[in-house]
């Protein structure tokens, strides 16, 4: 393809980047299904289905929404533990990444509702009721990403195979407002403390299928048999204080996002922070939440170093 005709091409279609596949199938390869060469040359190694995954989640998510909606970035529940009420954080960047004007990186925690200290009484601590609202045991979404290099080199396909949704939300997110909130453990913290996100809607299938085929024969696979949570959409959420100095939920708004331009931050890393911090956490055990505090722990128990440095921008997005 000459420079004229990529020109041509970009003057006919404006968003030419979901085009430079076919452009690689000129050039260097033939691809189908918009698999590029970075996702080519990570099914390699380890963790070669959350590579694969992190490929065509958007393709899944929106297949299964029927719109753009935010894609789960993990196949691992304890990474993206993706339900309704779920709270996400947004962490600030370091001075490095800011120059590079690196997207902001993100994680899920706890539900919010753990967040809210036992001591505001049994009333306020209670979980929100969520509602079905969609349900089809019989969709199905098949799709299939390949590359193969000219010349000698090896075809590379992911596959997935989805079947059954069903969509979760929060019954009343405006129910939030007003809510006493626990934010002592990431007050000058590395964590944004004054504007937070909850998952009000969650969309999930029923079992999946995932392979990855290496000229026609299965090098690895992924099933799952129950439900999971392909995507979700989000509130913002601002927290100020009341009249009696107390955090608290102050607005919500009043649309879903289905966008979040973030980098996701495997929630593993940061287990250890969220047990021991998080308010309302006695399904942790008794020596979690608000008893002891956490500011009586930090100095006790060797807690690694929490810096955003350790994430991998081009492992996870």
Partial sequence: MSFRELWRYSLARPNISEHIPNIFTNVLGVS???????????????????KAWHSISGKV????????????????????????????????RTFKEWMKREST?????????????????????????????????????????????????????????????????????????????????????????????????????????LKILIDGEVKSCRSET??????????????????????CIKRVSKKSFTKMSVSWVQRSRFWYYFRQGIANCEKYGSGAGDYPRITSLVDHFNIPNFGVQERDHDEIG
């Fill in 32 to 50: 189908r299904g918009g698999m590029t060469w970075k996702t080519y040359k990570q099914l390699t190694g380890n963790h070669v289905e959350q």
């Fill in 61 to 92: 998510a929106k297949a299964v929404a029927g719109n753009e909606i935010i894609a789960n970035p993990f196949l691992s529940f304890l990474d993206a533990p993706c339900e309704p009420g779920l709270l996400i954080f947004h962490i600030d």
């Fill in 105 to 209: 990186p993100a994680i899920a925690s706890e539900l919010i509702w753990d967040f809210y200290p036992r001591w505001a009484g049994a009333e306020q601590v209670k979980s929100m009721e969520t509602e079905t609202c969609d349900e089809d045991p019989n969709f199905r979404f098949h799709h299939e990403s390949s590359l193969k290099p000219r010349g000698n080199g090896k075809e590379k396909k992911i596959i997935i195979d989805v079947y059954g949704k069903t969509v979760k939300q929060l019954k009343d997110v405006q129910d939030l407002k007003n809510r006493i909130i626990n934010m002592e453990l990431f007050e000058d913290s590395i964590f944004d403390d004054v504007y937070v996100y909850v998952v009000d809607k969650v969309y999930y299938v029923d079992r999946f299928e």
């Fill in 226 to 247: 129950s439900r999971f949570p392909v995507g979700f959409t989000v509130r913002r959420i601002r927290i100020g204080w009341n009249d009696f100095e107390a955090r």
